[in-house]
């Protein structure tokens, strides 16, 4: 480790309320089980921790990743040079109609504590693994809603202080939000508004949505969930756009899937890296799967689309290192 990483490590190991360990496998802390060690790895449990740890490797001009739960990032083989932080703060509660969870928390609770309530709206976000801010940052949806429908409020931390967005400046849109162009912006945590519903329906929507998603993501499949960004028909040549089904178009958007599987996506491997035979945007580990034998496949795949289709789809996953 260099003299600035051990000085980090002196300072970092100072703040109250952060745990840092050094040389952490980031497989251990990514769905896909991939990853080599990041030098340094902090979990803050409040908010001064996680902002005085940030300050502190900015500071010292060391690279920092905000890492939530890992289910959707593919962490590089050779780890990360620098520090990944983790927030666990996982406060949450529903106060005078409106929702408060802390960024830390599981979007799972999250969705119970709505239900619970007969708060309709996040109840299709059944089985979404991950943390209430990787859900904001990357605006995560399925079945019909998305988060940011809901947002009231985002408080994050512009590496000086705590602001707090409204939804327009959070600037969200399908698997999107400012907060994927400022990756130097840290989320807090989301205030949510949500209309009332029948708990009962809700609650029984939610596990239909839970054991089909079972089904596809197995609990234990090593995976991102969908590896590519479904695709907008207007936004695609005239000629690829032709050729989509009416019966694959909902919401204005078709599966990217759709174009996969015509470039022979399903059940490709590369080494112990496999495309689902039944998914074409399901990549998964089948274990001893390298970060670099996905890159290959998704550049694979995205040739084969372009030379093909004449568009380029684009990665949902984010990439660590
Ligand atoms: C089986 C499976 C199914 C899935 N299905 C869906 C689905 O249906 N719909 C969907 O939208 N997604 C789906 N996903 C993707 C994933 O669950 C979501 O993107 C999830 O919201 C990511 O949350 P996370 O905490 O795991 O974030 P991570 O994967 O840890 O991080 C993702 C990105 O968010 C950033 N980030 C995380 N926390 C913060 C924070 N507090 N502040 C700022 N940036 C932060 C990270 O820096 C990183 O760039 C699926 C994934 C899997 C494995």
């Given at each position: 480790m260099s003299e600035t990483h051990s000085e980090l490590a002196r300072c970092l190991g100072a703040i109250e309320g952060l745990r840092l360990d050094r040389g952490v496998p980031l497989s251990r802390h990514t769905r896909f089980a991939i990853g080599g060690p990041a030098d340094l790895f902090g979990v803050a449990s409040t908010p001064l921790a996680l902002a005085e740890a940030f300050q502190a490797a900015r500071a010292a001009e060391v690279p920092c990743y905000l890492l939530g739960d890992g289910s959707n990032v593919v962490a590089d083989d050779?780890?990360?040079?620098g520090l990944v932080l983790r927030y666990t703060a996982d406060a949450l509660s529903y106060v005078d109609g409106a929702v408060e969870a802390a960024a830390g928390g599981s979007l799972q609770a999250l969705v119970d504590l709505t239900v619970d309530h007969g708060l309709?709206?996040?109840?299709?976000?059944?089985?979404?693994?991950?943390?209430v801010g990787g859900a904001v940052y990357g605006n995560a949806g399925a079945y019909g809603h998305?988060?940011?429908?809901?947002?009231?409020s985002v408080d994050f931390l512009d590496g000086h202080e705590v602001r707090s967005f409204g939804p327009d400046e959070c600037d969200f849109d399908y698997r999107e939000s400012i907060f994927k162009r400022r990756k130097d912006w840290l989320i807090l945590g989301v205030r949510l508004v949500l209309p009332p519903g029948d708990a009962a329906a809700l609650r029984a929507r939610a596990r239909e949505i839970r054991t089909i998603r079972d089904e596809k993501?197995?609990?234990?499949?090593r995976c991102a969930g969908s590896i590519f960004k479904n695709l907008f028909l207007d936004s695609l040549p005239a000629a690829a756009a032709k050729?989509?089904?009416?019966?694959?178009?909902r919401s204005g958007k078709v599966a990217s899937a759709f174009f996969l599987e015509q470039v022979g996506a399903k059940g490709m491997r590369n080494g112990g890296i496999e495309i689902a035979p039944y998914h074409a945007n399901l990549i998964y580990n089948?274990?001893?799967?390298t970060a670099a034998q996905i890159h290959e496949l998704v550049h694979e795949l995205k040739r084969r689309v372009r030379d093909r289709f004449a568009f380029e789809v684009e990665e949902e996953v984010q990439y660590v290192g």
């Open positions: 050779d780890g990360f040079r309709e709206g996040l109840h299709t976000l059944e089985r979404i693994p991950g943390s998305q988060i940011d429908e809901f947002v009231q993501f197995p609990p234990a499949m050729i989509v089904p009416e019966r694959a178009v089948l274990g001893g799967g």
